[in-house]
């Protein structure tokens, strides 16, 4: 884990905002999952080992060659217009229709999600995210000192019946904006349904709601009919964010949002006072590798090695993992999260999972109120098959001796 700070002396200097950070244990738990001994279901990283080394190189050579000057110096804070012009024909593919005009280039979608707790929150004012919900959100939004409504997931996706509840309640605050992650949420894995679509689309219309769609994972669908964006439904409701972090490589930190022209003004003056603007070398890298029918070509490889990896995880949770244990089937994405009796808690159960070299992020991460206890969160598009299926089958071992342990003990007999 981190290492200990014992004593630190600025802390009467540090801003109020800053105390509302949230510690990520997925940060904590990335310190342990460079190690080579530990099989890591921990993070949420691509696997780079299944991309063409050559035909990046190639592209770079092209852009250092022809784009020396350009690359190699500050852009203009709304990105680079070429690859607004490209994006474009990415969110086509989720057929998601786009003016470049309504495109600001990010430093990934996480600076997308920073720039928009910092330009609607103020202190104090609700926003709604699921439950649970991208750690990395939390992270970006609660120093703006929100007050998060959650509503709970099914397999279904977010449980919109719930939201309009909510909205009815007479004391609730009009939420300044919905955070959702439609398609193979992270850390859930499940995907938001057509009908579940139609009545949140129907509620943000009746109660004038904002939604902030954040979808990294849409193009790393691997079998079964995609969901039309909310965005394409709603344009003038909806704050989108895309990212080449899943589909090209997180290395670059390219993401975008695509929103309301007044919204992409705001927000770019906002990440002009964040970082002036995002790498011009990894956008004209980005803009070249998107002209070439390879992008394509190597996320459905991608798309392949994750597939594969899914199916022997799960195969690997059906044979290793006790009865109590139930889990979600993802359609796409990198993750699988997994649901174990109540009374077992998968925090204080990852010391004895990392002593079995293994890790996973528990549930806990995924709520701002830390509840969520009895669940993990579980990657597969990383580790290496063989590795799966060791480690779960490790990870079965440690869940039946704590069920084991709570029965000896009596505590099922009250
Ligand atoms: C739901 C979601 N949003 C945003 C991000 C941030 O991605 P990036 O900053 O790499 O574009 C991630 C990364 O895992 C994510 O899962």
Not at 30 to 52: A, E, H, Q, V
Not at 113 to 122: A, C, E
Not at 335 to 340: D, G, M, N, Q
Request: charged share 25%; net charge negative; proline share 7%.
């Amino acid at each position: 884990m981190s290492p200990e700070i014992i004593f630190d002396p600025y802390t009467k200097l540090y801003s109020e905002a800053s105390t509302l950070v949230r510690s990520s244990d997925i940060r904590d738990l990335l310190s342990i999952t460079g190690r080579s001994d530990i099989i890591s279901f921990g993070g949420g990283l691509p696997y780079i080992g299944g991309l063409p080394p050559e035909e990046f190189s190639r592209v770079m050579n092209d852009v250092l060659r022809e784009g020396f000057t350009e690359a190699f110096q500050y852009g203009e804070t709304g990105g680079l217009e070429m690859l607004k012009s490209r994006l474009v024909e990415v969110m086509a593919e989720e057929g998601l229709s786009a003016e470049p005009e309504h495109i600001l280039i990010t430093t990934g979608s996480q600076q997308a999600l920073d720039l928009i707790g910092r330009l609607f929150i103020d202190p104090g004012d609700t926003i709604v995210m699921e439950a649970p919900t991208y750690v990395g959100a939390l992270a970006a939004f609660c120093p703006n000192g929100p007050r998060i409504t959650t509503i709970p997931l099914d397999d279904m996706g977010m449980r919109v019946e719930l939201l309009e509840e909510e909205l009815q309640r007479a004391d609730a605050s009009a939420p300044k904006f919905v955070y959702v992650v439609p398609n193979f949420q992270t850390p859930a894995g499940v995907t938001m349904q057509k009908s579940r679509r139609d009545k949140l689309i129907e509620l943000a219309e009746k109660h004038d709601l904002l939604i902030i769609e954040d979808n990294p994972y849409g193009l790393l669908r691997f079998e079964g009919k995609p969901e039309k964006t909310l965005a394409s439904r709603a344009p003038h409701r909806v704050v989108y964010l895309g990212t080449l972090s899943k589909t090209v490589s997180p290395g670059i930190r390219v993401g975008w949002v695509m929103a309301p022209a007044p919204v992409v003004e705001k927000l770019a003056v906002l990440k002009q006072s964040a970082d002036l603007c995002s790498s011009s070398l990894n956008q004209m890298f980005a803009e070249a590798y998107l002209s070439q029918d390879i992008w394509k070509k190597n996320l459905e490889n991608q798309k392949n090695i994750y597939r594969s990896r899914r199916d022997t995880m799960l195969k690997s949770l059906e044979k290793h993992f006790p009865k109590e244990a139930r889990w979600t089937h993802p359609q796409g994405g990198l993750f699988i999260w997994v649901t174990l009796p109540e009374y077992l808690d998968t925090s204080k159960m990852l010391p004895l999972a990392i002593e079995q070299k293994l890790a996973y992020v528990p549930g806990t991460a995924f709520y701002p109120d830390y509840s969520g206890a009895n669940h993990m969160r579980l990657n597969f598009s990383f580790p290496p098959e063989e590795q799966i299926v060791q480690g779960i089958k490790r990870l079965g071992k440690v869940i039946r001796k704590e069920i084991e342990l709570y029965h000896s003990l009596g505590l099922d007999h009250p």
